[in-house]
């Protein structure tokens, strides 16, 4: 049986295209940097979406909280432009929300090769 796909996942993935470009061409702060929009939901009446955004070139979690405060002051430019960009009656109000995912899963694969390099020690030393 086929999946359903129901308008707020349309619409989902259009804001999360739309929101990607404008974020990285038509918003000029340098406390934002390099973002990328991981996820978006709406919420199924379409008036919320839950935007979740990672960013790439941010080291520190003060800068990922200041990069997300001035996201946050954005969110009203970055609805005008949508809404100027997209064909929907109403637009859903915009919530940003940081998204850890991807430094952790690069803190994970650190780790990672860490322990191979270890196990690789280990393995040379007792074949010596």
């Not at 929101?19 to 919320?48: F, H, Q, Y």
Request: hydrophobic share 45%; glycine share 2%; net charge neutral.
């Amino acid at each position: 049986m086929p999946r359903e796909f129901y308008r707020s996942d349309r619409v989902a993935d259009a804001i999360q295209r739309e929101l990607s470009a404008l974020i990285n061409d038509s918003l000029n702060d340098p406390r934002v940097g390099m973002v990328s929009v991981t996820e978006v939901r709406v919420s199924k009446d379409l008036s919320n979406c839950k935007v979740y955004v990672s960013f790439i070139s941010l080291n520190s979690e003060h800068k990922a909280n200041v990069a997300m405060s001035a996201l946050s002051g954005a969110t009203g430019y970055l609805s005008k432009l949508m809404a100027a960009n997209m064909n929907l009656r109403l637009m859903p109000k915009i919530t940003f929300i940081h998204d850890n995912s991807v430094a952790k899963s690069l803190e994970m694969a650190a780790l990672i090769d860490r322990a191979i390099a270890s196990d690789s020690r280990v393995v040379s030393s007792e074949e010596s």
